[in-house]
């Protein structure tokens, strides 16, 4: 039997964005966070480095808007950029005043905030939590009071399985279980006045990614067949270091520990970014991950193993184990030492720039529908996101979003269909599933990774569609569960990032082609944007 209810705002995501979106929003309605796993498993709990943040007065904000201009690559939306920076200060004090504890100097609690430097910061700006842990305590602080508010509820381990559109506006969604064993899986078509999809990123659609599980691309997904308009899916930014160990997840290796002194250094142990860039190793991300990738090739050619390594064994005065706890830990178990050890490095799929087009207020092409955070896309980062501006962004453009979701008002409407009930998936169509996730990941990684070309591209798109294929058969079935939707949202994602990346035939910020390895600014100083009018094939680039 169908159900239905109603809330005033519906927000997909319990990360920086959609946390700091509800709050803002319980100041007005009643707001429903879901969210696919428990509250904490997101993108932002995983983040290390830090938060970039400008506190300093103006000439510190212009110092931070001319390095996150530069980060991009000739094509950071200013005014997005502008209002992050200008905006960022206020959201960070607030989030302390809410509870976020940042390191400070000295033992009690009241010394200076702490600051590291990443690549391609002209100053060091980032603040950090708990050394190596700030994604986690930005998300226990939002979470802690999130959770204190009356007016907001969350749904954890449920996923939006669908949006319901009438007349060109978002009025409903269906949200079912997405634990393994739920005993109830028929939606319940949840009316709203609007929804903000923050569900970040989708960092699985590669088979080496430092993103969780959870990152699967769903919102992206669900707003795209809804009719929402898709920019800059071709920036996908791949971080230069997470740990490459055989048989161990490609676990994120902060930025941050280039910013206290790592050296990278490759098979011969040669220190080689001064081959690459000035700036060395905290050259820019996409500069810095294309040199790593080169010298592991180049170690392969001369027949040794693909390695390249992160060096801290020079660094004196900062206790390492003290400053990355939570890397170190993880390093102990597989028996490394920041200290003593070089550690194996390589670069895994970590951020994505593009995403669900949006206004600075985060309003999408389709009524009643905003993002923030990773799963929009604003232009703020332009072609290759500064390190630490994620998490900013998720406070800057989530509190933004639910400001204009508060202004626009919209009524409710009624939904004059019930949400479809699934047919649950046999082992046997779980397992197929599986492995056309599986294959995708793969082709996307060795077609659609670091170093493009059209060729390769064409062979990444074969196989999607192949994908895509085996999934549409289970769908017209009738068939559906929590991988199914994954499964359809990364291909979706796929299509999208290969349609992109083949219509920009020029290499810009994390967009490498080799065969077109130069910027061309005159064609392509622009925005791609995909899916306009539902053209699912189609890319077109504009000027913002
Ligand atoms: C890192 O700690 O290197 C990741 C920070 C980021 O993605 O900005």
Sequence with gaps: MEKSSQVDYLVMGAGVAGLRAAIELARHGEVLVVTKESLGESNTHYAQ???AVA?????????????????GDGIVYRPAAEALVAEG?????????????????????????????????????????????TGAEISRSLVAFARAHPRIRFAEWTMVSGLVVADGRIIAADVASAAAAAADSTPDRILVRSLLIASGGAGQVYAETTNPAVA????????????????????????????????VPRFLLS?????EGA??????????????????????????????????????????????????????????????????????RHGLDLARDLIPVRPAAHYLMGGI???????SNLRGLYAAGEAACTGVHGANRLASNSLLEGLVFGARAARSMLADGLPFVDADTPAAVPIPLSADEEQRVEKLIAD?????????????????????????????????????????????SEARALSSVAHAILHAALARTESRGAHFRNDFSQRDDEQFRKHSIFNRGGSANKVVFEEW
């Design 255 to 259: 930025e941050a520990l280039r910013g």
């Design 357 to 363: 087009r949006t206004d600075l207020e985060g309003r």
């Design 216 to 247: 699967t691309g769903d919102g992206i997904a669900l707003a795209a067949q809804a009719g929402a308009e898709l920019a800059d899916m071709e920036f996908y930014q791949f971080h230069p270091t997470a740990l490459s160990l055989p048989g």
């Design 89 to 133: 200060p206020q959201r960070v004090a607030e989030l302390m005043e809410w509870g976020a504890v940042f390191d400070r100097e000295g033992n009690t609690g009241d010394g200076a905030l702490l600051r590291t430097r990443e690549g391609a910061h002209s100053l060091p700006r980032i603040l950090h939590a708990n050394g190596d842990a």
């Design 49 to 51: 480095g830090g938060i």
């Design 440 to 484: 995708l990941r793969t082709a996307m990684w060795d077609y659609a990774g670091l170093l493009r070309q059209h060729s390769l591209l064409l062979e990444g798109l074969a196989s999607q569609q192949e994908c895509a294929d085996g999934l549409r058969k289970l769908v017209r079935e009738g068939k559906g569960s929590r991988r199914l």
């Design 263 to 332: 050296y990278l250094r490759n098979e011969s142990g040669e220190r080689f970014m001064d081959r690459y860039h000035p700036q060395l190793e905290l050259a820019p991300r996409d500069v810095v991950a294309r040199a790593i990738a080169a010298e592991g090739k180049a170690a392969a050619i001369s027949g040794g193993p693909r390695a390249v390594y992160l060096d801290m064994r020079h660094v004196t005065g900062i206790d390492l184990h003290r400053r990355f706890p939570g890397i170190s830990a993880f390093l102990a």
């Design 55 to 71: 506190m300093e007065g103006d000439a510190d904000e212009s110092l931070h808007l001319d390095d996150t201009l530069k980060a």
